[in-house]
């Protein structure tokens, strides 16, 4: 079963500034979302249902919504940054 996967309005607009290549990587792994626990994931501590997924030196923070099958992608930035 697919979930709906939507992505923040702030992480369209960061995506805008990666470079072209590492915003199509994300992307890619972004949509593969549909299928969230295909795709390998770790629970962050501290933060009620929010995972994150890694793509180098990127992380994407995203909450899984059973009830509504949906998939919120919350955050994407550097390592260094993300988790701010």
């Known amino acids: 079963m697919s979930y709906e ?3 923040h309005e702030s992480v369209k607009n960061l995506l ?3 470079p072209k290549e590492d915003r199509n990587r994300l992307k890619s792994l972004i949509l593969s979302l549909e ?4 795709v390998p994931h770790v ?3 501290g933060k009620e249902g929010v995972y994150r997924a890694r793509l180098g030196k990127y992380r994407i923070l995203y909450s ?3 009830e509504e099958r ?8 550097k390592r260094e940054r993300v988790y701010r």
Not at 35 to 38: E, Q, S
């Open 64 to 66: 899984i919504f059973e």
């Open 70 to 77: 949906l998939v919120l992608v919350l955050k994407v930035d």
């Open 35 to 38: 299928k969230p626990y295909d």
């Open 43 to 45: 629970k962050i501590k």
């Open 5 to 7: 996967v939507r992505v």
């Open 16 to 18: 805008k500034r990666i």
